[in-house]
């Protein structure tokens, strides 16, 4: 499982793997019934302590995201549509509200962000039907 | 994870030569938590953990672990304790193996097949002696010979100090098997804050030979925000703000970390005509150099 | 305080490092010439001028060779810079913008001028104090030229083997060079050199200091080209040396001799028990060393006897030993004169430090590796004890053995010359006298040996351990305690050679006070130990049973003894008795006092 820990951003440890768990299953990266590494492993993988990794998982549970089979570890639950769903927006939306701050900084109104917005939409879809179609991530 | 104490240390005091080496310090820790213990150069740190093993003797208060007095009971105490010291105090004529075979004697504990893989994974050959090994190899076979009997307390002094990254990497992985095990216990001294944020259930912070902050790392943390403040004005001198601990910057912008109430914070900024552009929880470091740092400022009373 | 320039800085350096030894240099023997002096002064016979004057110019010949020998040691504190090992001691300032030459001709100046100046001083205040004329210039010109040899071996290479053989031959050299020069006229009835003759003796011709200038300067560019060699970081030709010579003994490790010593004994480490385990480890680390230096001393008496015949013959073309002892050397006599003594004393010297105390970087401390095994403290005191005298006794038990069998081997007519009775007599008489005794006496005798090593050993042990916490206390404890033992011998002497004097003085009240106070201070420690050990829980009741069964069989052993030697307890007064028999506490004493002070360092 491809997590990684940034000490610099004041995020605390158990907060920042909770959030890349539900990244890594609302992007169809972690697959419903897909067993999450257990504690231990991911402990030394990560060079957290155990108690980290425990608390996340907790939350994870808490949440819904995941569920504890008793003994055999720690399993992505079913695919829930609206909990996707409502990641995924939750995850658009911080990027687009950094986007207006930094816009904000540099001066540009909201009206000019819509058109640049469309102008690189057009232009990626004009690159897009150049070249290839790229393999579709399973 | 029960919640039962394996250290308790309580009201400890120590002087040497007329110098305060620690003023009435408690402390305490859990089965199967890792405890880190941080604080500057000459806080006191080492001389807690000489106390945990019997090195030095309680002047005035009580030193227990496992609930017994270390002073008055070594064997029962130290045949459950790994130490890893700061010094490596290891004989130099020792050749690996023996060191392995002379710890071994001691734990009837002792995981042969564990201390043979950590020795092959660390490539150690056994029949060096312990002069003709680097710092770090010397690290290694200390680990190796304070782990591999698997004790219910690991003590490790600046385990870092000195030492490489791949070898560094091999002292937390210890440390993390020794605890995923049930109801092991870590209790470890670093500069490096960031081993510790990684590694610390909880967090102690020494100055001077007092304890200045204890608790559970996350709480602690939650404890203190970083915020990053912009005025309209130009200040020479960092303004004075309520709650703030340390400031850093110039100008009209200016990085604070600042403990207790966030709105009596938010309010100070905005009575000088500033504004907060950002803020989250402070980093093991920041509140570290807040605490003891140069940029201190008075804390205002409320 | 500023300093201007380099050379000023570098001799306040040397000034700082040297400062201590040169106040000891002064003291210590300008003291005890000047007590010595002072003794036979006022306690020579006053009826007798003849031989008050023998005895005074015997003192004075002691106290000039007191003041000449520590010029014969090299300077320990610039040895300690760099930890006591061979090469130059102020590597240090290899990164400073100093002249190579400088650097080596400063304290090599320094230090030639600071032994001259000490001798002359001491020589003065002595020239004073007696009125004998003690030389000056010419001695203070041969200590001038040893100390720039010594330095030149020291701190040329980092090669031990050249170190020991240069300073060994010029101490060698210079003794005898200047022996020989000394007793180059022959004095009837008295010592070579008496004090009367010093002035001419000791007026040496011109070309001695030609000879030393050369030598000085000689040694002086070698060791600048050495260092300059070590300085750029050049492999100095003599390290090759000793891998060529080593040959059969393996490369000495850096550890030194000792390391070297712990690694011959080749056992894997026991697994089994703990006790095995630390046995072995102190085994190793402490009772190797002294035991396999006195099985060596013991192997060389043995061959040195061997070959002694025949070396004399060569040497004095002599096969009938008819050359008088005075004029020729015989290579036999060393074994019984000085080798076996020496190497006793050796073996005796080495069976110091049971506790493995260290000390680096002016800290003394006991190893924290072993401190933190789960161990407890007074067994491993105990443990450490016993190794260590085990193998001290094995040591001795060794050279004794060897100097037993070689007896033979050196044959009689030397010791004819020397004692008047062949060696072998002697050898007969101790013989007899041993097989008088009963079964029980000799393991009587045994006993009293083999604790008496076991309590020397706890003592020094105990004693290093209490300096490790209370550094002061105990340093002048143990000034006081040699002093109290110095006094003690003079005063058995005094008694033995003048019975007369001895009355005067009621020197035979003082003597047995002395040894009251001997024996209520052992009582009084056994006791403070014992309380203080309980309370803290280092000593059990089991423990303490034990030791006073040992100490028990013990005082048996040392009654019989006593018994042996001739003391008849029945008749003496109480106090008498008591003064007589209060070594039979030490090993009560030792058994508590060596478990409390390790437990004084390990729980500091």
Known sequence: MDITINLTDGVPIYRQIVNQVKYLVASGLLLPGEELPPIRTLALQLKVTPNTIVKAYGELEISGVVHKRQGSGTFVSEVRQQLALRERRRIIEQRIDGLLAEAHQLNFSGDDILRMLRERKAAMDAEADAEPAEVKKK | MGQTTVVDVNNLSRSFHGKRALDGVSFSATAGHVHGLVGANGAGK????????????????????????????????????????????????????????????????????????????????????????????????????????????????????????????????????????????????????????RMSDHVTMMDYGRVTLSGVLDDVRRGYQRSHVRFVEHFDQPPVLATALAMEGGGRSWIVVHSGSIEQFHHSVLALGGEVVESRDATLEEIFLARTGRNRQQVEAA | MTLRSPTSAMLWELWRVTRAEIAWRLALPIGVGVAALLLGAAFGPADNPASYQRLNDHVAAFALIVIVLPHFVGWLSMAKLNGSRPGFPLYLAYTRPVRTSVMVGLPMAYLT??????????????????????????????????????????????????????????VVKTLVAGMDRITAVEVPDEFDWPPRLWPTLFDFPRTDYAWIALIGLASFVVTIVMVRWDRRGDSVPLAAAPRALAGVITRTPDGGLWDWLVGLFRVPCPTASATRAQVWLDLKSNGMPPLTIGVALAIVILLMSAVSGPIDAAINADPDVKCPIAECFYVRSAPPLFLTPLSLVTVFFFGGNAFGIRWRQGRTYVSPFEATQAYGTAELAVLKLLVKSACVLAGLIAIAVSFWISIPLLGDAVFVQIWGVPLSSRRSVITDAFAALTGYEQLALAVVAAVGVVVWVAS???????????????????????????????????????????????????????????????????????????????????????????????????????????????????????????????????SGLAPWSYSRIRHT
Not at chain 2, 69 to 85: A, F, I, M, Q
Not at chain 3, 467 to 482: G, H, K, P, Q
């Open chain 2, 46 to 197: 080492t001389t807690l953990l000489k106390h945990l093993l019997g090195l030095l003797r309680a002047a005035t208060g009580s030193v227990r672990v496992f609930g017994l007095d270390p002073v008055r009971d070594p064997v029962r105490v130290l045949g459950r304790v790994g130490y890893l010291s700061e010094e490596r105090e290891l004989p130099e004529w020792m050749r690996v193996d023996e060191l392995m075979a002379y710890t071994q004697a001691f734990h009837p504990t002792w995981d042969e097949t564990y201390a043979r893989q950590m020795l092959e994974s660390f490539a150690l050959d056994p029949s060096k002696k312990i002069r003709e090994l680097s710092k770090g190899m010397r690290a290694q076979a200390g680990l190796i010979a304070a782990v591999a009997h698997r004790p219910e307390l690991l003590i490790l002094d600046e385990p870092s100090s000195g030492l490489d990254v791949a070898v560094r990497r091999d002292i937390l992985d210890a440390i993390v098997r020794t605890v995923a095990d049930d109801g092991r216990t870590v209790i470890f001294s670093s500069h490096l804050l960031d081993e510790v944020e």
């Open chain 3, 113 to 170: 001028a600071v032994s001259m100046a000490i001798y002359l001083a001491s020589a003065m205040v002595l020239r004073v104090t007696s009125g004998y004329a003690f030389p000056l210039q010419p001695v203070a010109a041969w200590i001038a030229g040893l100390a720039v040899v010594l330095m030149m071996a020291a701190w040329s290479t980092r090669n031990r083997v050249f170190q020991v053989c240069v300073a060994m031959f010029a």
């Open chain 3, 460 to 590: 020094w042990a105990a004693l290093g351990a209490l300096r490790t916490r209370y550094r002061r206390l105990i340093t002048i404890a143990v000034c006081l305690l040699l002093l109290y033992g110095v006094f003690f011998v003079w005063l058995g002497v005094a008694v033995s050679v003048d019975p007369k004097t001895a009355s005067q003085l009621h020197l035979d009240v003082v003597h047995r006070a002395m040894r009251w106070i001997a024996a209520v201070a052992t009582v009084s420690t056994t006791v403070y130990v014992f309380w203080s050990g309980f309370a803290d829980h280092v000593l059990t009741t089991r423990y303490a049973s034990g030791a006073v069964a040992l100490s028990a069989a013990f005082a048996a052993a040392w009654l019989t003894v006593l018994h042996i030697a001739g003391v008849q307890l029945a008749g003496m007064s109480a106090m008498h008795a008591m003064s007589v028999v209060w070594p039979a506490l030490l090993p009560l004493m030792a």
